[in-house]
């Protein structure tokens, strides 16, 4: 009994997903060489008026007898939130790979940065243009989370922490704890800047 036997006990998707993983594994460094997005394409990768998105907006709206942004936002914010949270599976894949808003809506899946990325492009679409995804680097560690404007405060929305209030933006950088060696930056679909 060797690894012949175990391979024939694998079904034929499971052997495809690992003939998959296999050539993207080969192909790794040529794929990562043509996924590279410098900082100023970043606001392409938010896509609020992509029909998929659209859809999933216009389903959480649904839930509201006449969705109005100023009374329901919030509600639909956090729904949007809890939608990318519990229902679009986390994965880290073995490469550098960007999904597009609606191939994560797609596949249900994504990595953080996929993920906050799509949940931006849904609030943008509930009406809130002032989401960004905000990514702080130091070292090794990387932060991604997303957050918006409304009624005067900032919220953050951490796929891994919850739903958080600021009073202002000054109070959410100081708790990034940004210093000279930390990249940190915030994008939507209209504009990429530097945190701090």
Request: net charge negative.
């Amino acid at each position: 009994m060797g690894e012949d036997s175990d391979w024939g006990k694998l079904g034929a998707l499971e052997k495809l997903n690992r003939l998959y993983l296999a050539i993207i594994s080969r192909y790794r460094d040529y794929i990562e060489e043509h996924e590279n997005i410098s900082l100023a394409e970043l606001p392409a990768l938010v896509t609020p008026k992509n029909g998929a998105v659209i859809a999933k907006v216009d389903e959480i709206k649904s839930s509201f007898e006449r969705y109005d942004y100023e009374k329901n936002f919030r509600e639909a914010g956090t729904a949007a939130f809890e939608f990318v949270r519990g229902k679009v599976d986390d994965i880290v894949l073995p490469l550098q790979f960007w999904l597009a808003p609606e191939e994560t809506l797609a596949f249900m899946i994504g990595d953080t940065l996929d993920r906050c990325t799509l949940l931006c492009s849904m609030l943008i679409a509930l009406g809130n243009p002032s989401s960004k995804v905000a990514v702080v680097m130091k070292g090794d560690s990387r932060r991604i989370f997303v957050h918006c404007e409304l009624d005067g405060s900032v919220y953050m929305f951490d796929l891994g922490d919850g739903i958080r209030r600021f009073a202002a933006k000054r109070e959410l950088v100081a708790s990034l704890n940004i210093d000279k060696d930390t990249t940190a930056y915030e994008f939507n679909d209209i504009t990429q800047t530097d945190i701090g």
